[in-house]
């Protein structure tokens, strides 16, 4: 694998890891912050379904 990748139309150069890691790797969020993304993400979706059912 290339150490470097030059992507030619911008004329940027970032490292080949990017086009191989998923996107959420790639953050400069810390582990408290993605766990809290995360806890809220639930809890939404858990309301969503129990007003969901409730008005079916």
């Given amino acids: 694998m290339k150490e470097d990748y030059i992507n ?3 004329g940027e150069k970032y490292p080949a890891c990017i ?4 996107k959420e790797a790639i953050s ?3 582990v408290e912050q ?3 993304e995360k806890r809220i993400d639930a ?3 858990l309301f969503g379904d129990i007003l ?4 079916g």
Avoid: A, F, Q
Avoid at 19 to 22: A, F, K
Avoid at 52 to 55: D, G, L, N, R, V
């Fill in 34 to 36: 993605i766990g809290e």
């Fill in 8 to 10: 030619e139309e911008r």
């Fill in 43 to 45: 809890v939404k979706r």
């Fill in 52 to 55: 969901k059912e409730s008005e």
């Fill in 28 to 30: 400069l969020k810390d």
């Fill in 19 to 22: 086009d191989v890691c998923p």
